[in-house]
């Protein structure tokens, strides 16, 4: 049959020969070898490709010998290739490799799809799969005594090809047992290769791990406040040099993991205390006035703030993170007062937008006169700045301003701050006690940023200071009389809060007498560009730049952008624009990204000035972007409803011909 076909080059009258048997005689006959008996293959720079193939090599080969050693006869060898088809490896007897050779299978002989014929490895190399091929199924006579079965090494995890292993024989000697073998081989070689990738990958992870924890522990020991790290039976996992210095504790840092956590702390607490305190994901806040276990910890004469938080690591387990400061620490961090004279004033709000000119005339209405003031809006958009110039603007500008963060006090120290103490009110106290900030706003404003995180058992108190003007210091009986305007703002919807149990209605009312909200950037319209030039200027002077504008595509892209951060993002975005900025205009490559893209979504917000036509023009453009409504175009035009009715009878604006 291949004598027939190799003879005139066609399949006519050839029957029982596989499919792919004869597309490899027809490879060997389309590149010019017109007999079976042809040119050796080519042999190509072996040392290149066993160092390319290290790998593979180091795998392979311990299981090709074990695999020769098994089949008990010198007439058989075993062969890998690479994945392009180069003999890397001949295992078997010296004379069956000298044989080999004679035929020009050698090791770096090329018999993938390079080579000058169609045999066994060409043929597992074409269709990836395992094949067998037997005496005159051969392309080349030179292979007629010859058996074998070959199979493709993959990678089991990116299904990519590896290499080939081959099974070969004298014929005589084979069975279809040759072809299992070469499989089971090349099966155990991609489970060995990716064993031990996956050894590499997991000790890779290990030494990266080992590079974090190391800066990890670096910058746990770098923290004052003090960090500790433990299981539910109190078993000590992590601790830093904070946590050992505040608690006293005798031991080095390296012998502290291991123990246990409770006989550092007083008597009084017990992991079954913390668990009960923290089950629903609550953070235990606990005051440590002295230890139970003085062989361990130092005399201590100041008051510990702890701070402990479940994490639940499993359905049933769960660790526990406590946090520690000092007393005078925490008052530091969590008060944010501002003693200064407030130095803002309804001047300095920027902005000509109908939206911020109603609220800074309602502003001035409730400055003038002394009813408690709520302002609300999103985070942002400048309440602390109103809250300054209603109290400059009132009859109490010459008298203190104070401002407290009501979410960033710990629940221990908020009525301590808010009314005051005592001497001796509790461990750990000022001996001389100290004023709330209620006293020290006396004659003031007082002003409770954030005032829907208040703990509500606290709305109790606060309440009944707002009803009565009096105040008594925690630890006293002495009510003190006090003269102050409250101002308070939030970023959350109060009436919901209500609903949800977590703010009191009657404190609301209280407390909302007069409301002042703030619109977002997105509703301010030509003031976005009135507050991106006043923050050029601004930062300009810090970072010592001459930017001089900002291009109308920024602009666009301005108006075009929802702002969440209100006037903060804003800011931040200028300042970051100036820094990157390389010519004398700010550009679109001088801002984020995500703002960029909107630059063609919108046209730029109303100038100030500009002449009517342009007027007319946006007004036209808003309409027939929003569809004829009247309210959505107001809101981009950053003008009242009852505004733009007017303009659109002043121009004799159809609207009806954009809805």
Known sequence: MRAKFFASGSFDGITDVREEILHGWKVSYDRGYRTPDFKKPVVTDLYLRTQKEEELLAIAVP??????????????????????????????????????????????????????????????????????????????????????????????????????????????????????????????????????????????????????????????????????????????????????????????????PGTNVCPYFDSKLSMDKIAANTKNGETYCYELVSSGCPDFVYKRNYLLYCYIRRINIGEKEQEYIITLSKQTEAHLNATKMIYAEPTFSFDDIIGSSDAIRQVKTIAELGAAHNPSILITGESGTGKELFAQSIHNASSRRNGPFVAI???????????????????????????KGHPGKFELANGGTLFLDEIGDMPYDVQVTLLRVLQTQTVTRIGGTKPIQIDVRIVSATNKDLRK??????????????????????????????????????????????????VA???????????????????????????????????????????????????????????????????????????????????????????????????????????????
Request: charge should be neutral; proline fraction near 4%; charged fraction near 25%.
């Open 405 to 431: 963060n009501c979410g960033a006090i710990p629940r221990t120290l908020i009525e301590s701050e808010l009314f005051g103490y005592e001497k001796g009110a509790f461990t750990g106290a000022d001996k």
């Open 549 to 659: 504008d900002i291009s109308e595509d920024v602009l666009r892209a301005f108006h075009a952008y929802r702002w969440p951060g209100n006037i903060r993002e804003l800011e931040n975005v200028m300042e970051r624009a100036v820094i990157l900025c390389k010519r004398d205009y700010v550009t679109l490559i001088d801002i984020p990204d995500a703002i960029g893209r909107r630059a063609d979504k919108a046209a730029p917000p109303l100038a100030v000035g500009w002449p009517l036509r342009h007027e007319r023009e946006q007004i036209e453009s808003a309409l027939k972007e929003h569809k004829g409504n009247m309210s959505h175009a107001a809101k981009e035009l950053g003008m009242s409803r009852p505004t733009l009715y007017k303009r659109v009878k002043e121009y004799g604006i159809d609207k009806r011909k954009f809805e």
């Open 63 to 256: 299981y090709m010998e074990r695999l020769y050693t098994f089949l008990q006869n010198d007439t058989f060898w075993i062969t890998l290739l690479d994945r392009d088809g180069v003999i890397l490896k001949l295992v078997g007897s010296d004379t069956m490799l000298k044989e080999l050779a004679a035929t020009g299978l050698i090791e770096g002989s090329n018999r993938g799809s390079d080579a000058p014929y169609g045999g066994l490895f060409h043929l597992v190399f074409t269709y990836k799969k395992p094949f067998i091929l037997v005496s005159t199924e051969h392309a080349s006579s030179i292979d007629d005594n010859l058996a074998g079965g070959a199979c493709p090494i993959v990678d089991p995890e990116t299904k990519e090809i590896l290499g080939f292993i081959a099974v070969s024989g004298h014929w005589w000697y084979s069975h279809l047992h040759t072809l299992g073998l070469a499989v089971i081989a090349a099966e155990a070689i991609s489970k060995q290769y990716a064993l031990e990738k996956a050894t590499k990958r997991l000790y890779a992870m290990s030494q990266s791990l080992k590079k974090v924890n190391s800066r990890l522990y670096t910058t746990l020991d770098s923290i004052k406040t003090g960090i500790i790290y433990c299981n539910e039976e109190g078993t000590v996992k992590v601790i830093n040099e904070g946590a050992v210095k505040l608690l006293g504790i005798k031991k080095d840092l390296k012998d502290v």
């Open 497 to 546: 809060c209500i609903e949800n149990h977590t703010f009191r209605e009657d404190l609301y009312y209280r407390l909302n007498v007069f409301t002042i909200p703030l619109p977002p950037l997105r509703e301010r319209g030509r003031d976005i560009e009135e507050i991106a030039r006043y923050f050029l200027t601004v930062y300009n002077k810090i970072y010592n730049k001459h």
